[in-house]
Every structure is written in structure tokens, then in C-alpha cells.
């Protein structure tokens, strides 16, 4: 992988499509659009222009769209093909693109990659763009917009920049230890600003499972002993015929997982083993998964059939919601007080209180959050050695002057390394090949 090679790719979805967009970007980006187009159009101006292939036939009319370097997303001379989205349109296209010098086909976030390193975004921003390509819901939008807004980059520069500040003067205030005019005060209002920003980034990062519940999901477990209607709920909740059922106890090993819209927000929603003592050793570790997974549940859905003795189990330290199922057959109102709400997924009665009740219990863990929250473990990561290092500086203040200001280099380090500021030269390869081909 070389960086001056001219790198393509379709950037455009799944084909055939009405329109597809083939996107080259790299040095040779202008002359390879001379001999595609015959004519490389005004930058910026979209010309209607028939491309050819070697032999001079014609492979489709298509619009062509040229950005000159160092304007254009990733910095370099950008050349887009608007061609009609049939398979062998784009076959023949990406064929013959490749068969010029220094020219190959993308990797998986080479353009946002580019325009990294050409300073036209930094990695806040080029994770944003990689979130707003893959937000499913109005809420994973939102976040991934305001990552790729530029708003988060500016707070976290902002903070390693007052600490880079807080150091020099520091670090001054040592050179002239000796002198007599150095006002005292100096040091006390230098530590005030470092102990704010400290505060800040604990504040900051306390929303952090904020940010992941936005961004990867709120998880729903439903649980609950055999036969109890969990993969019936399963499928009504999702609206389509996911999980086996029948009325053998024990039907359900695998953990099975559907994503749901709730109101904006993205719900992951899984289906369990029953629980309960058994001696089959697959179904053992069907109840051992869902044991498993009932540890990081946001929200317990606790199953028991109505018509049943057993009242729905309670998982400590979980956030939990008892319910009674096959409503249908049951008409006495007692059994129901057991319950924070009954409902059958075969009359689709309750239904609509349960997503109530999720809606309601998920807001009260992120609504009203400001949007300005870390999303990643990288982010998280790096925050929280900032936040160690500034606690360093803070306990190290009274024993000696010069060790404050080593942590205080530290934590706007790795403030830095969040941008990508400071070097993460070995960090690229793993954060942009997450990120898709095309973009
Ligand atoms: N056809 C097409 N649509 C697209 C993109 C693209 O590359 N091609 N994008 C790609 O992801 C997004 C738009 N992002 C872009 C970001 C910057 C520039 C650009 O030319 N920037 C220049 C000039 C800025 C200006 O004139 O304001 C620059 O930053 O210098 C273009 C697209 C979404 N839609
Ligand atoms: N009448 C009625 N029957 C239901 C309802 N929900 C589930 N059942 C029946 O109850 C039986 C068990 O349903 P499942 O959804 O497979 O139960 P489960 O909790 O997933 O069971 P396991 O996977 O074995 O743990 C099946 O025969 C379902 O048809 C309901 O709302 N009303
Ligand atoms: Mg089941």
C-alpha cells in the first residue's frame, strides 16, 4: 500500500442501483480522466460526458465531477464518475481504471484516511463520518454528528492546550524560583484552571456509557424459566418469525438478537434459554449464555406465564421489568399485581405499554444528554489516562515541583492522541479499516 498511488473505488451502495458512484482520488486523478472522459471538466462543475475504454467503446454517459487538490474531501485531485448503477457498467469501470499506472482500488477507509492525514479532518471527526454512515436511528445520527461536527475535537484541543499552558508557566514559574517577582498567585490560579478541567473531563466521561448506549445500542434481555413466551415476544417485538417456538420446554439454546427503533434510539433486544437446573448439556450452555449475558443487561425483561405459579424472577442489580405473559388466557386480577405489566403476544394485547414501558425506562438513562459525549473505547481510554495523569499532577503538586508538570505532559498527550494531534502513526491501520470500502 503506497500513499502516493491513485486509489478508486465505488462509494456508492449495494448495486444495481439507479445511479453509482465511482470515486478516484490521488495524483494521477486528472489524467486518467482525460483518457476515461476525453475531457477533465471545470473543478466543481458537473459535465455530462461518455467514457471509453481502451479500445475506444463506450461504457456508459455519465456525469463527472472533478475537485482540484487541496480542495476536495481527501485533499488530493478528486475525480467522481456518476454512472448509471447496472453490475457490468461498474465491472467494466473498475477494470479499467486499474489497468492504469500507480493506480489500484481502495482500501476500507483509505479517502477518510487521506483526508486525515492531509488535515482535512482529524480522527474525531473521520470516526463521526464513519458512525454517520453506519446510524441506523434518528439518535446514532444525531451522536455521530455532532463526533463528526468538529464540536468534541474543539473540547479536547481546547483542554491540551490550557494544560500545555499550565505547564509552561509551571515550568517558568521553576526557572525563576529564585527570584522575588514571581507573584505567588500565579501557581494558584494555573492549579484552579487544571483542577476545572480535570472536573470537566470526569464529567465528560461519567456519560460515556451515555455515548455507548446511543451509539451501540440499549440491550434488552428477556429471560425467564421454559416455555414462558420469551421467543414469542421475541418475534412480535421484532414483527417478524425469528425464533423457533413450541411448546416443548427448553426450545431456545442460542442467544438470538434483533435490533429495534424505540423512539430514535437503537435497542438490542435478545431472546434466551429458559433458566432452570438441567442435566442436557447443550441446554446447559444455552442457560449458562444467557446467564452470561444477563450481567450487561440495561434492562431485564423478566418472563413468567401468567397462568403459572412462579412469579417472574428478580435479577439484583439489574434494571428489571416483571412480566406476565399469555395474558390471552387469563382473566382473575390478582395474578396481574404481581407484575409491572402483563400482555400476550398472540393478541398483541400490552404490547404497546411494553415499548411504553422500554421507551420510558430509556430515557430515563439518556434523554436529555447533551449529545457531547465520548462514544469509543479509544476515547474512553485515553480520557481516562488523562484523568490519571491530572490526579498525578494533582497529589504530586505538594512534593515536588518539577513532577506536576511530566503528568501535566501526559494528560495533554493523551488528550492529543484522541484528534490525532499527537502521533497514532500505529493506531491508523486499525481505525480506518473499520470503516467501509468507498469512504
Ligand atoms: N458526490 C459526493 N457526495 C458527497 C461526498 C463526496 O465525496 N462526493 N462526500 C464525501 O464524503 C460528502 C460530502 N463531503 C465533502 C467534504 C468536503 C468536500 C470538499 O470539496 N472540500 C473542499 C472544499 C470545501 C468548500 O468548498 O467549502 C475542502 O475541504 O477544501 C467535498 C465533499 C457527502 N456527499
Ligand atoms: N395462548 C398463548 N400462548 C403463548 C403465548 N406466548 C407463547 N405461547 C405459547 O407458549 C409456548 C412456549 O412459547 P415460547 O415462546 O417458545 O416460550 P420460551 O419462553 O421461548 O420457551 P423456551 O425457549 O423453551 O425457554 C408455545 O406453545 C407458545 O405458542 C401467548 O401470548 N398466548
Ligand atoms: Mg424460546
Same mark, same amino acid.
Given at each position: 500500500?503506497?500513499?502516493?498511488?491513485?486509489?478508486?473505488?465505488?462509494?456508492?451502495?449495494?448495486?444495481?442501483?439507479?445511479?453509482?458512484?465511482?470515486?478516484?482520488?490521488?495524483?494521477?486523478?486528472?489524467?486518467?480522466?482525460?483518457?476515461?472522459?476525453?475531457?477533465?471538466?471545470?473543478?466543481?462543475?458537473?459535465?455530462?460526458?461518455?467514457?471509453?475504454?481502451?479500445?475506444?467503446?463506450?461504457?456508459?454517459?455519465?456525469?463527472?465531477?472533478?475537485?482540484?487538490?487541496?480542495?476536495?474531501?481527501?485533499?488530493?485531485?478528486?475525480?467522481?464518475?456518476?454512472?448509471?448503477?447496472?453490475?457490468?457498467?461498474?465491472?467494466?469501470?473498475?477494470?479499467?481504471?486499474?489497468?492504469?499506472?500507480?493506480?489500484?482500488?481502495?482500501?476500507?477507509?483509505?479517502?477518510?484516511?487521506?483526508?486525515?492525514?492531509?488535515?482535512?479532518?482529524?480522527?474525531?471527526?473521520?470516526?463521526?463520518?464513519?458512525?454517520?454512515?453506519? $446510524?441506523?436511528?434518528?439518535?446514532?445520527?444525531?451522536?455521530?454528528?455532532?463526533?463528526?461536527?468538529?464540536?468534541?475535537?474543539?473540547?479536547?484541543?481546547?483542554?491540551?492546550?490550557?494544560?500545555?499552558? $499550565?505547564?509552561?508557566?509551571?515550568?517558568?514559574?521553576?526557572?525563576?524560583?529564585?527570584?522575588?517577582?514571581?507573584?505567588?498567585?500565579?501557581?494558584?490560579?494555573?492549579?484552579?484552571?487544571?483542577?476545572?478541567?480535570?472536573?470537566?473531563?470526569?464529567?465528560?466521561?461519567?456519560?460515556?456509557?451515555?455515548?455507548?448506549?446511543?451509539?451501540?445500542?440499549?440491550?434488552?434481555?428477556?429471560?425467564?424459566?421454559?416455555?414462558?413466551?420469551?421467543?414469542?415476544?421475541?418475534?412480535?417485538?421484532?414483527?417478524?418469525?425469528?425464533?423457533?417456538?413450541?411448546?416443548?420446554?427448553?426450545?431456545?439454546?442460542?442467544?438470538?438478537?434483533?435490533?429495534?427503533?424505540?423512539?430514535?434510539? $437503537?435497542?438490542?433486544?435478545?431472546?434466551?434459554?429458559?433458566?432452570?437446573?438441567?442435566?442436557?448439556?447443550?441446554?446447559?450452555?444455552?442457560?449458562?449464555?444467557?446467564? $452470561?449475558?444477563?450481567?450487561?443487561?440495561?434492562?431485564?425483561?423478566?418472563?413468567?406465564?401468567?397462568?403459572?405459579?412462579?412469579?417472574?424472577?428478580?435479577?439484583?442489580?439489574?434494571?428489571?421489568?416483571?412480566?406476565?405473559?399469555?395474558?390471552?388466557?387469563?382473566?382473575?386480577?390478582?395474578?396481574?399485581?404481581?407484575?409491572?405489566?402483563?400482555?400476550?403476544?398472540?393478541?398483541?394485547?400490552?404490547?404497546?405499554?411494553?415499548?411504553?414501558?422500554?421507551?420510558?425506562?430509556?430515557?430515563?438513562?439518556?434523554?436529555?444528554?447533551?449529545?457531547?459525549?465520548?462514544?469509543?473505547?479509544?476515547?474512553?481510554?485515553?480520557?481516562?489516562?488523562?484523568?490519571?495523569?491530572?490526579?498525578?499532577?494533582?497529589?504530586?503538586?505538594?512534593?515536588?515541583?518539577?513532577?506536576?508538570?511530566?503528568?501535566?505532559?501526559?494528560?495533554?498527550?493523551?488528550?492529543?492522541?484522541?484528534?490525532?494531534?499527537?502521533?497514532?502513526?500505529?493506531?491508523?491501520?486499525?481505525?480506518?479499516?473499520?470503516?467501509?470500502?468507498?469512504?
Amino acid at each position: 500500500m503506497r500513499a502516493s498511488d491513485t486509489i478508486f473505488a465505488l462509494s456508492s451502495g449495494a448495486l444495481p442501483s439507479g445511479v453509482a458512484v465511482i470515486r478516484i482520488s490521488g495524483p494521477g486523478a486528472f489524467d486518467i480522466c482525460a483518457s476515461v472522459a476525453g475531457h477533465v471538466p471545470e473543478p466543481r462543475r458537473a459535465q455530462l460526458l461518455t467514457l471509453r475504454g481502451r479500445d475506444n467503446t463506450a461504457i456508459d454517459q455519465a456525469l463527472v465531477l472533478t475537485f482540484r487538490g487541496p480542495a476536495s474531501f481527501t485533499g488530493e485531485d478528486c475525480v467522481e464518475f456518476h454512472l448509471h448503477g447496472g453490475r457490468a457498467v461498474i465491472r467494466a469501470m473498475l477494470d479499467l481504471l486499474s489497468s492504469f499506472a500507480d493506480t489500484r482500488h481502495a482500501e476500507a477507509g483509505e479517502f477518510t484516511r487521506r483526508a486525515f492525514e492531509n488535515g482535512k479532518l482529524d480522527l474525531v471527526e473521520a470516526e463521526g463520518l464513519s458512525d454517520v454512515i453506519v $446510524a441506523e436511528t434518528e439518535m446514532q445520527r444525531r451522536l455521530a454528528m455532532e463526533q463528526a461536527s468538529g464540536h468534541l475535537s474543539k473540547l479536547y484541543e481546547g483542554w491540551a492546550k490550557a494544560l500545555t499552558h $499550565a505547564r509552561a508557566m509551571i515550568e517558568a514559574e521553576l526557572d525563576f524560583s529564585d527570584e522575588e517577582d514571581i507573584p505567588g498567585s500565579v501557581s494558584e490560579t494555573i492549579w484552579q484552571s487544571v483542577e476545572e478541567i480535570t472536573e470537566s473531563i470526569r464529567r465528560h466521561l461519567a456519560g460515556s456509557r451515555t455515548g455507548e448506549i446511543i451509539r451501540d445500542g440499549y440491550q434488552v434481555v428477556i429471560a425467564g424459566p421454559p416455555n414462558a413466551g420469551k421467543s414469542s415476544l421475541l418475534n412480535a417485538l421484532a414483527k417478524r418469525d425469528i425464533a423457533i417456538v413450541t411448546d416443548v420446554a427448553g426450545t431456545t439454546r442460542d442467544v438470538l438478537e434483533v435490533h429495534l427503533d424505540i423512539g430514535g434510539y $437503537a435497542v438490542r433486544l435478545y431472546d434466551t434459554a429458559g433458566l432452570r437446573e438441567t442435566d442436557d448439556t447443550v441446554e446447559l450452555e444455552g442457560v449458562r449464555r444467557a446467564r $452470561a449475558l444477563l450481567e450487561t443487561a440495561d434492562l431485564v425483561l423478566s418472563l413468567a406465564d401468567m397462568s403459572g405459579e412462579e412469579d417472574a424472577e428478580i435479577f439484583p442489580d439489574r434494571d428489571c421489568l416483571k412480566i406476565g405473559t399469555k395474558a390471552d388466557l387469563f382473566s382473575g386480577q390478582q395474578k396481574a399485581d404481581a407484575f409491572d405489566l402483563v400482555l400476550s403476544s398472540q393478541s398483541g394485547e400490552g404490547m404497546d405499554r411494553l415499548i411504553a414501558a422500554i421507551s420510558d425506562r430509556l430515557a430515563e438513562r439518556v434523554a436529555g444528554a447533551s449529545l457531547s459525549l465520548p462514544v469509543r473505547q479509544r476515547q474512553t481510554d485515553y480520557l481516562r489516562q488523562a484523568l490519571g495523569a491530572l490526579e498525578e499532577a494533582s497529589s504530586a503538586r505538594a512534593l515536588s515541583p518539577e513532577l506536576p508538570s511530566e503528568s501535566l505532559r501526559r494528560a495533554a498527550e493523551s488528550l492529543g492522541r484522541i484528534t490525532g494531534r499527537v502521533d497514532v502513526e500505529d493506531l491508523l491501520d486499525v481505525i480506518f479499516s473499520s470503516f467501509c470500502v468507498g469512504k
